[in-house]
């Protein structure tokens, strides 16, 4: 069984600090998704990482792949009240298409 | 942007009845997956589908799931005799390809049995 931890859970935090969420698992995965979740709506897609050692950049998130590809990082800068919200990692493996979602960390970014 | 959408948003219906969830997915994607999400946990991969079959489905897709691609544009979710443990939100995905293109989902379909 493929399991993705996600940590921390929840997160609650003062407008303009940074944080990281962390994905980590035991098993190889060939790419890794991060989404955004709303309440009532689906995963919103933000990036995926699929070399080992890779490093993505959207504006104020940073996404990390690890070099074994086990595990993924997402680090927000001087977070903001509009980065509320539930982030989701998701990994893929090489044989199958279906992805295996972590448990989610819940984001709230205080004014 | 293009987008999955699904339809309806809520469904509440009697256990034992049949229930179809639809999907309109990404015009020019060419695989298609259903997830569930029981409230308060993970979000599970139920089933994926390229070129008019099932490529892979996990083991809570059983013989009352199916699928099907009735015309070029919906993916259906049918249940044929619904459960109370199949209340869920039911996610629908798109990809342009398998492995590691990217899915995009929909906004889900609340399934509530009673």
């Known amino acids: 069984t493929q399991l993705l931890e996600q940590s921390p859970q929840f997160l609650s935090i003062q407008e303009g600090e940074n944080l990281t969420v962390y994905c980590n698992s035991s098993?190889?995965?060939?790419?890794l998704q991060w989404y955004r979740q709303e309440p009532g709506e689906g995963p919103v897609l933000l990036v995926t990482v699929v070399t080992g050692g890779e490093v993505k950049k959207l504006k104020r998130l940073t996404f990390q792949f690890g070099d074994a590809r086990k595990d993924s990082s997402l680090h927000i800068t001087a977070a903001q009240p509009g980065d509320t919200g539930l982030y989701l990692c998701?990994?893929?493996?090489?044989?199958?298409?279906?992805?295996?979602f972590g448990a989610g960390t819940i984001l709230r970014v205080k004014s | 942007e293009p987008e999955v959408t699904q339809t309806p948003s809520h469904q509440v219906t009697q256990m034992g009845q049949e229930v179809i969830l639809r999907c309109v997915p990404i015009?020019?994607?060419?695989?298609f997956y259903w997830y569930r999400q029981i409230l308060g946990q993970k979000v599970e991969f139920l089933v994926s589908f390229y070129n008019n079959e099932i490529s892979e489905k996990s083991e809570i897709f059983d013989d009352q799931f199916s699928v099907e691609r009735p015309d070029g544009s919906n993916f259906t979710l049918k249940i044929r005799s619904t459960k109370l443990e199949d209340s869920a939100m039911y996610f629908c995905?798109?990809?342009?390809?398998?492995?590691?293109?990217?899915?995009?989902f929909g906004d889900g379909t609340r399934l509530s049995i009673l």
């Open positions: 995905a798109s990809s342009s390809g398998g492995g590691d293109q990217p899915q995009h």
């Open positions: 015009s020019n994607h060419l695989y």
């Open positions: 998701a990994g893929a493996r090489w044989n199958g298409n279906k992805l295996v």
């Open positions: 098993s190889v995965f060939s790419s």
